[in-house]
């Protein structure tokens, strides 16, 4: 790797959580129906007050302020720290196992992890995945395989197509037994556009490893907040977001 790409990589992980704390900025103002870019400096969502600049500093100003507006006390949107945490971890991680990789294919592995944040979110919070994103996904997937030398094509193609029969077979046999909807078309649809980055030979094992953190997280909730919890819909996006993102990680490294 050439030292100007080592730089650029290292200013890309320096700023990766303003980054974080744009995009989520900009969400956020999307879900309320606000003009995205105005005001540049963002004001409280309550109390409307300006934030100087140095309530501002992600991640840090989030502990100091205790994740409070401290004009008028209300609790900052969890989702603009998820952001700048997950956009730092992501790039940090992203840098230190792949650095023997080349310049290219960290920048994409820390940008689908960047695509996968907001998305696992979206997921939390609407309870859906969007075809505008889970489309995307799965066409870069096959531009991977045909352009890189990580997973060949064929692989990639048979992955989508793997992904898709297993996801439907779970969906269609989950809402015929229980007569309530498990898996989401959503979700099928990611499990397809991963299978075709990560190929065929690793779905089986993205999907056991999504399965088990979100039954994990599942037992956790019951024993936190009851039985009544076993009945609660998991939003599963994140838990394949996450699971994905490990194997595409450990595909390429
Ligand atoms: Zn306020």
Same mark, same amino acid.
């Given at each position: 790797m050439l030292a100007i790409e080592q730089n650029f990589l290292m200013f890309f992980v320096v700023s990766a959580p303003f980054f974080g704390s744009c995009i989520s900025t900009i969400l956020t103002r999307a879900q309320r129906q606000q003009?995205?870019?105005? #005001?540049i400096f963002s004001n409280c969502s309550k109390c409307c007050h300006h934030l100087p600049f140095f309530h501002k500093i992600p991640i840090l100003s989030y502990i100091v302020l205790k994740g409070k507006c401290s004009f008028c006390g209300i609790s900052i949107n969890w989702i603009h720290i998820t952001f700048e945490i997950g956009f730092l971890i992501s790039s940090l991680l992203a840098v230190a196992i792949?650095? /023997? %990789?080349t310049f290219g294919v960290i920048l994409l592995t820390i940008f689908l992890a960047w695509i996968f944040i907001p998305l696992s979110t979206f997921d939390i919070q609407k309870k859906r995945l969007p075809d505008i994103i889970t489309v995307p996904i799965a066409c870069a997937g096959f531009l991977q395989g045909y352009f890189? #030398?990580?997973?060949?094509f064929f692989d990639c193609l048979v992955g989508f197509l793997l992904g898709f029969a297993l996801g439907t077979i779970v969906s269609v046999s989950y809402s015929r037994i229980?007569? %309530?909807?498990?898996?989401g078309w959503g979700d099928v649809k990611l499990i397809a556009a991963i299978g075709a980055w990560i190929g065929w030979q690793f779905v089986p094992w993205f999907i056991l490893l999504a399965s088990m953190s979100a039954l994990t997280y599942g037992i956790f909730q019951i024993i936190k907040?009851?039985?009544?919890?076993? /009945?609660e819909r998991i939003p599963f996006g994140p838990f394949l977001c996450g699971s994905s993102w490990l194997v595409w990680l450990y595909t390429i490294s």
């Amino acid at each position: 790797m050439l030292a100007i790409e080592q730089n650029f990589l290292m200013f890309f992980v320096v700023s990766a959580p303003f980054f974080g704390s744009c995009i989520s900025t900009i969400l956020t103002r999307a879900q309320r129906q606000q003009t995205i870019l105005y #005001p540049i400096f963002s004001n409280c969502s309550k109390c409307c007050h300006h934030l100087p600049f140095f309530h501002k500093i992600p991640i840090l100003s989030y502990i100091v302020l205790k994740g409070k507006c401290s004009f008028c006390g209300i609790s900052i949107n969890w989702i603009h720290i998820t952001f700048e945490i997950g956009f730092l971890i992501s790039s940090l991680l992203a840098v230190a196992i792949l650095f /023997n %990789q080349t310049f290219g294919v960290i920048l994409l592995t820390i940008f689908l992890a960047w695509i996968f944040i907001p998305l696992s979110t979206f997921d939390i919070q609407k309870k859906r995945l969007p075809d505008i994103i889970t489309v995307p996904i799965a066409c870069a997937g096959f531009l991977q395989g045909y352009f890189l #030398p990580y997973v060949m094509f064929f692989d990639c193609l048979v992955g989508f197509l793997l992904g898709f029969a297993l996801g439907t077979i779970v969906s269609v046999s989950y809402s015929r037994i229980r007569h %309530q909807t498990g898996l989401g078309w959503g979700d099928v649809k990611l499990i397809a556009a991963i299978g075709a980055w990560i190929g065929w030979q690793f779905v089986p094992w993205f999907i056991l490893l999504a399965s088990m953190s979100a039954l994990t997280y599942g037992i956790f909730q019951i024993i936190k907040h009851g039985k009544h919890m076993a /009945n609660e819909r998991i939003p599963f996006g994140p838990f394949l977001c996450g699971s994905s993102w490990l194997v595409w990680l450990y595909t390429i490294s």
